[in-house]
């Protein structure tokens, strides 16, 4: 089992700036990934960004590439999203995930959602 908790979300205005942890425990796979997903109502849950175990390959959705940055610590089994520029379309619940290789199957850990509101 992994846990995952995020920091605490909140305002912003458009324009700004913020920056959501997400920490790590538990038995966690060398082979991993995590990411940040985000989800608003009525619609499904989307990957905003995603970062392998080595932090050498990241991915992002095309609405936030250029504006969000994904970065982990692993010596405190930390993932970061930096988030500039905002706009109102990026409020939303956003969720730490970890994707992992656990034996012969791979697991989905999340965490329990933070609150991002970007006002206009």
Known sequence: QVQLVESE?????????MRLSCAASGSISRINAMGWYRQTPGKQRELVAVITAGGEITTYVDSVKGR?????????????????????????????????????????????????????
């Not at 979300?9 to 700036?17: H, I, P, R, T, V």
């Not at 905002?86 to 409020?91: G, S």
């Open 68 to 120: 969000f940055t994904i970065s982990r610590d692993n010596a405190k089994n930390t993932v970061y999203l930096q988030m500039n520029s905002l706009k109102p379309e990026d409020t939303a619940v956003y969720y730490c995930n970890i994707h992992q290789v656990e034996g012969l199957k791979t697991m989905d850990y999340w965490g329990k959602g933070t609150l991002i509101t970007v006002s206009s």
């Open 9 to 17: 979300g909140g305002l912003a205005q458009a324009g700004g700036s």
